[in-house]
């Protein structure tokens, strides 16, 4: 069941204040598909859809909002609905419902040559496969949507070369994309991305097919760009550690509908279902809870004049200090006291992390 009263509640539910919104978005696939909503049909699961109907659901009436320079992950098993999703959002899928507004600009009921121009100026994406022309060199594969956009050589040679020094690709500007590794290409295309300083950078599933090791370098990389230039990302991604290493908030779907939205903290700490609670269930909770989960009111009696710790402070980076601190650690959100954390509380969380012997037995199937 879509979880959206959880969607009220998250930042830039506005449209005018959201980078994206997204509002009753269906797509479904078969004959006869924009029939389906608006009547008893649209409740079936997927699998009664398709055998009634011979209708598929890949998306079910899906509604969330992202604020400007979040970085929102949308998650989920094969066949979740996740990959159609961010297709829909750029129209490169027609939805069959719901609207999609970019910027204040509605995708979804734009022209051809708007849409065109939205893709050029105000979206970018980066694919698993890497997309580059192999015929050119690094820097004029960066440099390929300001070409496309009609921008002099001089001007987007230099905004890509730019780029290249961003992404750590200063040397390569003359190589070709077979001269260079795989992490080294997909280094290209998120240049290549940013070169058209979109208002919303969208990741499809980027680095799953990258070596465990240089998927860790990417996911780093990623986060390092989001703090030097601040943009709203969206990243589409099976893998969990991936979602809560990268994501403000995280959209877990299922069958193509929301599962749950919220940031990892509150995924971990407050599982909405046994789906989403066998995904986390492997987590350390130490990495992911911060403080505000794990503070309480203080005890008559209770020292109030110890070390002072902001609530969203991860446990895991909290703990030493906790531990070796003779009192109680005050816990504000800003300027307001929210309670106390001691070192019994700390090892409440890591004590927790001992694996059961039937911790997620059988997997998230």
């Avoid at 780029?163 to 001269?179: C, H, I």
């Avoid at 080294?184 to 979109?198: E, F, H, K």
């Avoid at 599982?271 to 987590?283: K, L, T």
Wanted: with cysteine; hydrophobic share 40%; aromatic share 4%.
């Amino acid at each position: 069941m879509s979880t959206h009263t959880a969607i009220e509640e998250t930042p830039g539910s506005n449209a005018t204040e959201s980078a994206l919104k997204v509002d009753g978005l269906w797509k479904i696939f078969g004959q006869k598909s924009d029939e389906i909503i608006g009547t008893p049909a649209e409740h079936l699961s997927r699998k009664e859809l398709q055998s009634k109907t011979g209708c598929v659901a890949a998306v079910r009436n899906v509604s969330f909002a992202v604020a400007p320079g979040e970085v929102f992950v949308v998650m989920g098993l094969s066949g979740s609905g996740k990959s159609t999703l961010v297709r829909l959002l750029t129209r490169l899928i027609e939805p069959t419902a719901g609207s999609v507004t970019i910027g204040g600009d509605d995708v979804i009921r734009a022209s051809k040559a708007r849409l065109r121009a939205m893709r050029r100026n105000h979206m970018a994406m980066v694919f698993q496969q890497f997309g580059l022309l192999p015929h050119r060199k690094v820097i004029d594969n960066v440099a390929y949507g300001l070409e496309v956009r009609g921008e002099g050589k001089s001007q987007r040679r230099a905004r890509a070369q730019d780029m290249v020094d961003l992404v750590g690709l200063t040397g390569y500007e003359n190589s070709f994309p077979d001269q260079l590794s795989g992490g080294m290409q997909q280094r290209v295309g998120l240049a290549r991305a940013l070169a058209v300083d979109p208002q919303v950078l969208l990741f499809d599933e980027p680095f799953s097919a990258l070596d465990p090791l240089i998927r860790r370098d990417m996911q780093n990389e990623v986060r390092r760009l989001h703090e030097e230039v601040g943009k709203t990302m969206v990243f589409i991604t099976h893998d969990l550690q991936e979602a809560l290493k990268l994501g403000d908030r995280i959209l877990i779907m299922r069958d193509g509908e929301v599962v749950q939205i919220g940031t990892p903290a509150d995924i971990v700490a407050n599982p909405a279902d046994d789906y989403v609670r066998d995904f986390i269930s492997d987590v350390p909770r130490s990495h992911v809870l911060t403080l505000r989960y794990v503070v309480r009111p203080p005890r008559e009696g209770e020292a109030l004049d110890g070390p002072v710790m902001q609530a969203d402070r991860i446990v895991r980076e909290a703990a030493r200090q906790v531990l070796h601190s003779e009192l109680p650690v005050r816990v504000f959100d800003g300027e307001e006291f929210l309670g106390i954390v001691d070192d019994e509380d700390i090892l409440r969380v890591v004590v927790a992390e001992e694996p059961s012997p039937a911790s997620h037995q059988g997997g998230a199937g």
